[in-house]
């Protein structure tokens, strides 16, 4: 079992910058790949990055490469997504998500999730 709490959301203006927090609780933390998602009003609930247990390996949505770094502390159990040069568009709710898998595999589900934190980006 692995418990999940976002924070670091928040009001920004366009082109600012936010970091988002994920502490994860369980001893078995640093096994999991985790993702961050997020989902705007209307619309589904879209990856936004993913990293794998050592952060050897990461994955990005092509609408946030170059501006979005995902990265983890397994020592401290903690993933972060660090978000700068924000649009008006990147406005969601964010969400921490793990995966039981070695690697991101987009056809595997999210078994763990967080309750997620609002991001909204005025322009």
């Known amino acids: 079992q692995v418990q999940l709490v976002e924070s670091g959301g928040g009001l920004v203006q366009a082109g600012g910058s936010l970091r988002l927090s994920c502490a994860a609780s369980?001893?078995?933390?640093?096994?999991?790949?985790m993702g961050w998602f997020r989902q705007a009003p209307g619309l589904e609930r879209d990856i936004v990055a993913a990293i794998n247990w050592s952060g050897s390996s990461t994955y990005y949505a092509d609408s946030v490469k170059g501006r979005f770094t995902i990265s983890r502390d397994n020592a401290k159990n903690l993933v972060y997504l660090q978000m700068n040069s924000l649009k008006p568009e990147d406005t969601a709710v964010y969400y921490c998500a793990a995966q039981q898998t070695p690697f991101y595999t987009a056809n595997v589900g999210f078994a763990y999730w967080g309750q997620g934190t609002q991001v909204t980006v005025s322009s």
């Open positions: 369980g001893r078995t933390f640093s096994r999991y790949t």
